[in-house]
């Protein structure tokens, strides 16, 4: 195995282990209710969750497809990056309502 496909697929466990944190953590839930930081918690630990589940998914899949496809592997890296990047930020757009701050 490749180093980038072992990168990509620690990059995708960690993104579903957090999505899977954010999505069932009842601890976390309880200390951001409490913090105040955000309007509604539940809504958004619910979408970090599904986005940052995704994000891993994803990952696995394209790390399935550099190993796959060896002679793509730059533009399977690429994607990758790319789509790391534009889900980040949608999720970071759309979960900003969800801030008091």
Do not use: A
Request: aromatic fraction near 16%; hydrophobic fraction near 50%.
């Amino acid at each position: 195995m490749k180093s980038t496909t072992l990168i990509m697929f620690l990059g995708s466990f960690g993104f579903l282990i957090i999505g899977l944190i954010s999505l069932l953590s009842k601890r976390i839930k309880k200390y951001f209710k409490e913090s105040g930081v955000y309007k509604d918690t539940d809504k958004f630990m619910y979408y970090n969750g599904v986005f940052n589940l995704f994000l891993g998914l994803v990952g696995i899949v394209l790390g399935i497809l550099d190993m796959i496809f060896t002679e793509k592997s730059k533009y399977i890296i690429i994607i990758y990056i790319i789509f790391i990047f534009i889900l980040s930020t949608i999720q970071n757009k759309l979960l900003k309502k969800y801030k008091n701050i």
